[in-house]
């Protein structure tokens, strides 16, 4: 079956340093992969994704890899800030309509001045 | 607005009582989701619609469990009989075609509470 597991949480830095977020996914195709994430008060909203293997999704100063070979997409960031506190999410979506997603238990993340 | 909107934010019900938890999706979305988020827990698939065709009802955990979208806009899930394992935040997403390589659009969330 299809599923997907990340880092758990709660997971507390200071403003400036590194982030990794881990996520391993199992599925039975070619999934798509996704890191969704949820600040204070909102709903979750698309941070990244990728389509298929070797591509690097990015925004916002994040990065994750979708890689084949160790079935991995983990999410980095070089320097993170106190406005990126928030609960972060690895997903999958597989399938001819891809119509379920597969979402990771979320890893809380804050960041201190 | 212009984004997934969903009613009532908050829900509290009596154990056995029926609730309606709506949601009006981004307009012209083909594509309407229902997740079931428990506490410190990832949103689980309930059940998901094209237009007003309910195309999978697989992760609806009972048959107390109801959704609908007669007119492919406004959704409603409905949970009849309710007991304390149903409280969760109940998420709407909407996307406007296949979510294969595209976004889902999430509401804010009904958090229901059962006592």
């Known amino acids: 079956g299809n599923s997907v597991t990340q880092m758990e949480g709660p997971v507390t830095l200071s403003e400036e340093a590194f982030l990794t977020i881990n996520c391993t996914y199992t599925a039975t195709g070619y999934p798509s992969l996704f890191w969704y994430v949820q600040y204070p008060g909102e709903g979750l909203q698309l941070l990244l994704k990728a389509t298929k293997a070797d591509d690097k999704g990015s925004n916002k100063g994040f990065e994750a890899t979708y890689r084949k070979e160790t079935t991995s997409f983990h999410l980095e960031k070089g320097s993170v800030q106190v406005s990126d506190s928030a609960v972060y999410f690895c997903?999958?979506?597989?399938?001819?309509?891809?119509?379920?997603?597969?979402f990771g238990t979320g890893t809380s993340l804050t960041v201190i001045p | 607005g212009a984004g997934v909107s969903q009613s009532p934010r908050y829900k509290v019900a009596k154990r056995g009582q029926d609730v309606a938890l709506r949601c009006d999706p981004i307009?012209?979305?083909?594509?309407l989701f229902w997740y079931q988020q428990a506490l410190g827990q990832g949103p689980e698939f309930l059940t998901y619609f094209q237009n007003e065709a309910q195309l999978d009802k697989s992760g609806l955990p009972s048959d107390r469990f109801f959704a609908e979208r007669p007119e492919g806009s406004v959704s409603t899930l409905k949970i009849q009989r309710t007991q304390q394992e149903d409280s969760a935040v109940y998420l709407c997403?909407?996307?406007?075609?296949?979510?294969?390589?595209?976004?889902?659009?999430f509401g804010e969330g009904s958090r229901l509470t059962v006592l």
């Open positions: 997403a909407s996307s406007p075609g296949n979510v294969r390589i595209g976004e889902l659009f």
């Open positions: 307009s012209g979305h083909v594509s």
């Open positions: 997903a999958l979506s597989e399938g001819n309509t891809g119509n379920q997603f597969y």
